[in-house]
């Protein structure tokens, strides 16, 4: 008996793993075909396309592919736009057909368009919308259970399309969508009694099999007698005279067919919001880019959903090898037959096993030392982290999307079931979360929620209730994708990685070709290669420091004028009590490389750094072709940076601003050398600081230069940002005078070193001034387990001094 039982589970689990399979292929297959969507022309995405034929005769009537029969009314105007964004994204994929319905004559390659007879394309529609109704009843009243009447501004998510449909009873009168009595202005002027109603046209229209052979013989009796201008309104009276149905009074309507009312710029923000995800409809995309973006943004989310579904899979077959009693380490559920067939081989591999069926749990690895101890970040209204360089800041624009993502999430699995239970349970706030990531299993939360308990059936009740969840966002195998590099026409491995190497090697040795503008010169030729390379030119503001400035020209002599023939230095030199001492410096230099531009400005009055830049910039020893490299003299830089200041600086296009590596004060120098180790014990990235900067001329004069009021010490790199992207409603790019978008481009750059130097902040600056300087110096003491050992080795003398004290 036990016997027989154990064959039992056995082959329970080999038809589980039958279908986990299955359904992992099934999943490969419909990701693939999303990812093979391809960008056609910057805007396109061009799937598998394939012909509806819309003859009648040639569609069973009883097949699972003919659920839906969806009616798009479009016009001349809007075919080669909207109409065909329609059918190269939604308008193919359902088991239905979809059917574009404009004005006689209308007709365009490879569409599915239904000129209606004596119909125009005047607005309001109301007679297109009607014949569109008749000619589906005329044509495939038998054929579909439900038909659609859509806009062709409309994008529908057709698989919960299909999932809502396939729950109503298409049998019985159903007149679905957004029910309306008109806006205030209109309310009373519709002629629609008390309990009359209508479905707005704009997020669709479903009318059940019943409803529209109810309706359809009467509609030249409807066409007759229009009350309003309105086609949707009309179609409502239509509907409720012949079929005796209202649209449905549901307010889930709102959300399932949702109207956005910003016009125009509906969904061309972040889609990933409530509104979005639960909707079956949406309603308006006036434009056509952002149909195709919609449309790769939900085949994101099913993928998403898929390896998800991968996930529980392997959960599911790891659960059943436990309760098998089938060691961990073995890979056969019986002698000679594997769990996982040995043939599935790239792209049908089925992933590592041992990390994707471990179920969620906070301890899935054991730390040995205490070193390797995940530490948890907190969040509250701001973010704490242990071993971050600003311990205190800001909620990152990333964790907080995570956040929402994971709110969206949890709220929608609770409230799966609401309906049936009669409530609803709403989120208000996290009042404090923990989290932490796991590199190899994923990202850990504990999060504390307010929520809202909504009770509408029965007694009715509203509670605050507080729940404390831990949840786990679980890492999926990694997804590889290969794509041609940087256009390399590729016939052969051998070929690709030639061609490849051989490219990799020029951008290497010239710093000419960019990633996105190559260029096809023979770098040999050092007059080629001189004419191609953009000429940068290092302005210093300068007042006093005369030690470090011959260290910034011993850096400049050897990096550039040895090595870069385009580049030149231009000194905003404040008269003071160094100011000779300085210019013979300077003057030095010219003198030993007599052929290269190196010019000073004379600048009189208190330093300010903004001013000097400024001057510098806007002088005659500026082409507006040349790269500005905004520079301080405490920064050490290498041939590395010159590179990276031409690759990503683009004109009329993109500025770069470095985060550069500053030493801490416990590194400062005594033995005058100028080598640079880049760890998290001397230094840090100062993601604040923007003083280094490189723009193009004509871009700098674009957004007006710098601020030139601001007095001594900083900020005026925080204004120059600020004018940057104020323009363009702080979307991080701005509008400049030549009419193009100026995008700020950062990232670490460990080519740039802030050397350590003593920093003396003078109370009479300005509030904001000040506080910015006292937070740079206290940044600068050390890193945290410096700052933590003298605060251990203070705690210890204060002990051993209190023993002595106390007898």
């Known amino acids: 008996m036990a016997q027989r039982k154990k064959l039992i589970c056995y082959g329970l689990f080999g038809a589980l793993i039958g279908f986990c399979i299955g359904m992992y292929l099934r999943n490969y297959r419909v990701i693939e075909t999303a990812n093979n969507c391809q960008l ?63 004005s006689e004559g209308s007709y365009l390659q490879g569409l599915p368009i239904i000129g209606l007879k004596g119909v125009d394309d005047r607005y309001p529609p109301q007679k297109k919308s009607f014949m569109m109704l008749h000619y589906m009843y005329e044509h495939y009243i038998d054929k579909f259970e439900w038909f659609i009447r859509a806009d062709d501004d409309v994008f529908i998510r057709t698989d919960k399309l299909e999932h809502f449909l396939r729950s109503i009873d298409s049998s019985k009168p159903q007149f679905i969508g957004q029910a309306g009595k008109g806006n205030s202005e209109e309310f009373g002027l519709l002629s629609l009694e008390y309990d009359e109603n209508f479905c707005m046209g704009g997020p669709g229209v479903i009318l059940s099999r019943e409803t529209l052979r109810r309706v359809a013989p009467h509609i030249p009796t409807c066409l007759k007698n229009l009350y309003s201008l309105h086609e949707d309104v009309e179609v409502g009276r239509c509907v409720q005279k012949f079929a005796g149905v209202p649209c449905t009074w549901n307010y889930e309507m709102q959300a399932i067919l949702h109207h956005n009312s910003s016009g125009n710029e509906a969904f061309t923000g972040n889609l990933k919001n409530k509104e979005v995800h639960s909707a079956i409809t949406l309603h308006p995309v006036k434009k056509s880019p952002i149909m ?8 994101g989310v099913k993928a998403q959903e898929m390896r998800q579904e991968v996930l529980m899979l392997h959960r599911d077959i790891s659960a059943m090898s436990d309760l098998l009693h089938i060691a961990k380490s073995s890979k056969n559920i019986a002698p000679g037959v594997p769990i996982f067939p040995n043939t599935l081989r790239p792209p049908k591999y089925l992933g590592d096993h041992e990390i994707l069926g471990i179920n969620p749990t906070l301890t899935k690895r054991y730390p040995n030392t205490s070193n390797e101890l995940l530490e948890w970040n907190f969040i509250a209204k701001h973010m704490y982290s242990a071993t971050h360089f600003n311990p205190k800041r800001k909620i990152e624009s990333s964790v907080k999307e995570g956040l929402e993502d994971i709110i969206r999430e949890i709220m929608d699995n609770i409230n799966n079931y609401s309906r049936q239970r009669g409530r609803v349970i709403e989120f208000r706030d996290i009042l404090y979360a923990y989290s932490r990531l796991n590199t190899l299993y994923g990202q850990d939360f504990i999060l504390d929620m307010l929520l809202i308990y909504k009770k509408y059936r029965g007694k009715k009740m509203t509670v605050p209730v507080r729940r404390h969840l831990y949840v786990q966002r679980a890492f999926t195998d990694i997804q590889i994708r290969e794509t041609s590099l940087f256009g390399l026409n590729i016939s052969s491995e051998k070929d690709a990685y030639r061609e490849f190497t051989g490219k990799v090697k020029r951008i290497w040795n010239t710093g000419i070709e960019k990633l996105s503008n190559t260029f096809t010169l023979n770098v040999n030729d050092k007059s080629v290669a001189e004419k191609v390379l953009p000429n940068i030119i290092f302005i210093l503001p300068l007042s006093g420091r005369l030690k470090t400035f011959t260290r910034f020209l011993r850096n400049y002599e050897q990096v550039c004028l040895k090595n870069d023939s385009k580049t030149d230095l231009l000194i905003g030199l404040y008269i003071d009590e160094s100011y000779n001492e300085a210019l013979e410096q300077i003057n030095r230099l010219k003198m030993q490389y007599p052929d290269r531009e190196i010019n000073s400005i004379d600048i009189y009055g208190n330093f300010s750094r903004g001013l000097a830049l400024d001057l510098a910039a806007r002088s005659n020893y500026a082409s507006t072709e040349d790269i500005l490299f905004f520079i301080d003299v405490d920064i050490m830089f290498t041939i590395e940076t010159l590179d990276r200041v031409r690759s990503n600086t683009v004109q009329q296009q993109q500025i770069y601003l470095p985060i550069v590596f500053s030493e801490y004060s416990q590194n400062r120098r005594t033995d005058g050398s100028e080598n640079v180790e880049i760890t998290n014990d001397s230094g840090y990235f100062r993601e604040f600081g923007y003083g280094i900067c490189a723009i193009y001329k004509s871009d700098l004069l674009a957004v007006d ?56 902040c003078d109370k009479l600056l300005d509030e904001s001034q000040y506080k910015m300087c006292i937070g740079t110096k206290a940044n600068t003491i050390g890193s945290y387990k410096f700052i933590e050992s003298l605060v251990l080795k203070m705690n210890n003398s204060l002990m051993v001094t209190r023993q002595q004290i106390v007898p």
């Open 40 to 102: 056609k022309s910057g805007l396109r995405f061009q799937g598998p396309l394939k012909f509806i034929n819309l003859e009648a005769n040639e569609l069973p009537s009883n097949s699972q592919n003919n659920l839906v029969l969806i009616g798009v009314m479009t016009a001349k105007d809007f075919l080669k736009e909207r109409t065909k964004a329609v059918f190269d994204t939604w308008g193919q994929n359902f088991p239905g057909r979809i059917a574009f319905f404009s």
């Open 292 to 299: 195709y973006r919609l449309y790769a943004y939900m085949h």
């Open 705 to 760: 230069g710098f601020v030139t009021d601001i007095k001594g010490w900083g900020l005026e790199d925080v204004k120059f940002l600020d004018r940057i992207i104020a323009s363009n409603h702080g979307r991080g790019s701005v509008l400049n005078k030549i009419g193009r978008e100026l995008s700020v481009f950062r990232t670490s750059d460990t080519s740039l070193t802030h050397i350590f130097h003593t920093i003396h």
